[in-house]
Nanobody, 115 residues
Framework: VQLQASGGGLVQAGGSLRLSCAASGRSVSSYFMGWFRQAPGKEREFVAGVSSSGTTSYADSVKGRFTISRGSAKNSVYLQMNGLKPEDTAVYYC??????????WGQGTLVTVSS
């Protein structure tokens, strides 16, 4: 599975961005798909995830502001980020996981939120 993340950029505080993750090589419809982020000097952390059945989960820091969703073809996943804050600045990584096939990471896309 190859994951290609895109959509990062520079935005002012309070603004919005939509990240996209396109999967290729294998269907990820049965995978748990997630977004993680890593800020400078910090460890990578979970942001949001969506199960194969559509159940979503979020880190407390982004609840009510971010929304994760799957594309209609189930081989893509999106992260709609609203109300961005400077502390959301990080490299965002797409992740796909299924027991057995494994754990896959995209290359990351940089989100910078200016105050």
């Amino acid at each position: 599975v190859q994951l290609q993340a895109s959509g990062g950029g520079l935005v002012q505080a309070g603004g919005s961005l939509r990240l996209s993750c396109a999967a290729s090589g294998r269907s990820v419809s049965s995978y748990f798909m997630g977004w993680f982020r890593q800020a400078p000097g910090k460890e990578r952390e979970f942001v949001a995830g969506v199960s194969s059945s559509g159940t979503t989960s979020y880190a407390d820091s982004v609840k009510g502001r971010f929304t994760i969703s799957r594309g209609s073809a189930k081989n893509s996943v999106y992260l709609q980020m609203n109300g961005l804050k400077p502390e959301d600045t990080a490299v965002y990584y797409c992740n796909g996981y299924q027991p057995g096939p494994g754990n896959y990471w995209g290359q990351g896309t940089l989100v910078t939120v200016s105050s």
